[in-house]
């Protein structure tokens, strides 16, 4: 499999007001050819920073960018201009031209690169039946709504036939159902072209759904990468945890009660856990925080339960889930 992208020790620095600060710090990897790739982290993180260095909209302070081996730095403006038309992007806020129709935007890219205008209506009428809007064709962006404005933006990015599609927070601005579509239709539109897929978010059930594999950012510096199922079951760095772990369990019993965090499959989902617990060892556990969810299109499961005070008892129930298979890690609590 190609490697689309490839950065080497980039660096990305900023002057204000006489004071240097890094957005991007030492940041190394790589994104395959057709995956899908997620970038998360928080507001300020650098995430939307990252993204911009991989169409040279950032130049970076340090390192190297490379697409399809090429180190974007070294191109001349001609070259640059080429392949960013191999890289499109769809955005939060939509870019759509309000005074132009649904056809007309799709066919914009288009008609900045030359192309006859009978061969780019065809070509936008395409691009608006794959993303289910070809009976909108004439109205004005005013009259769509959210999610079927960003299918114009998307239909729009295709209609140049790019390699790339980066996605800057698209989904941010939708409501839940809006975003299960786009993202399913990203998900096909990756299936049925083989399209290489970056999406930047800082909603880690965006990755979850649709992502194969992540980098989570975390004040400019790449905290952790990998496989999204393997990140969700045993998450390393602490912004991993942050993220993946379940929002806002109840305290604990007692001061000095031991937090832990289970994960199952769905292998594993129909197992009564707890219950066995109890039947076999007779011990007892406070369950916190509980959910479901599907993680790359497997079923996962977490939950965060107390232990009872005793050493030897937690070392016991921790082992009893351990065999079982579960994933098993430590919750901090303040």
């Known amino acids: 499999m190609a490697e689309v992208f490839k950065l080497e020790h980039v660096y990305k620095k900023y002057k204000n007001d006489g004071k240097e600060f890094s957005a991007l710090e030492d940041v190394s990897l790589t994104i395959q050819e057709g995956e899908v790739f997620g970038i998360i982290g928080m507001s300020g993180a650098g995430k939307s920073t990252l993204v911009r260095t991989l169409n040279r909209l950032e130049d970076i302070s340090g390192g190297t960018v490379s697409f399809f081996?090429?180190?974007?730095?070294?191109?001349?403006p001609k070259a640059l201009r080429l392949?960013?038309?191999?890289?499109a992007m769809i955005f939060q806020s939509f870019n759509l031209l309000g005074q132009r129709t649904v056809l007309s935007n799709v066919m914009q890219p288009l008609r900045i690169a030359g192309t006859p205008r009978a061969k780019r209506k065809e070509k936008a009428m395409e691009m608006l039946r794959i993303v289910g809007l070809e009976d909108k064709k004439h109205e004005y962006p005013a009259r769509l709504s959210g999610g079927q404005r960003q299918r114009v933006a998307i239909a729009r990015a295709l209609a140049s036939d790019p390699k790339v599609l980066l996605c800057d927070e698209a989904t941010s601005a939708l409501d839940p159902k809006m975003t299960g579509e786009i993202l399913d239709l990203l998900a096909e539109i990756n299936?049925?072209?083989?399209?290489?897929?970056?999406?930047i978010t800082h909603e880690m059930s965006v990755v979850?759904?649709?992502?194969?594999?992540?980098?989570?950012?975390d004040e400019g510096k790449l905290a952790e990468i990998g496989e999204v199922k393997e990140i969700f079951r045993n998450p390393?760095?602490?912004?991993?945890?942050k993220l993946v772990f379940p929002a806002n369990p109840f305290d604990p019993s007692a001061k000095d009660s031991r937090l832990i965090r289970l994960v199952f499959d769905g292998a594993s989902a129909s197992r009564p856990f707890i219950a066995e617990l109890v039947e076999k060892t007779g011990k007892k556990v406070n369950i916190l925080s509980a959910n479901t969810k599907s993680v790359g299109g497997i079923g996962y499961g977490q939950m965060v339960i107390e232990l009872p005070p005793q050493k030897e008892e937690q070392?016991?129930?921790?082992?009893?889930?351990?065999?079982?298979?579960l994933s098993v890690q430590e919750v901090e609590w303040v």
């Not at 194969?212 to 950012?217: C, F, G, L, S, T």
């Not at 390393?236 to 945890?241: E, L, M, T, Y």
């Not at 070392?315 to 298979?325: A, P």
């Open 191 to 199: 299936k049925s072209r083989k399209l290489t897929i970056v999406i």
């Open 315 to 325: 070392e016991l129930i921790i082992q009893f889930f351990k065999q079982g298979g």
């Open 69 to 76: 081996d090429r180190d974007l730095s070294e191109l001349k």
């Open 83 to 87: 392949i960013r038309r191999q890289i």
């Open 208 to 217: 979850e759904k649709i992502c194969d594999r992540v980098a989570i950012i």
């Open 236 to 241: 390393k760095s602490d912004p991993a945890r």
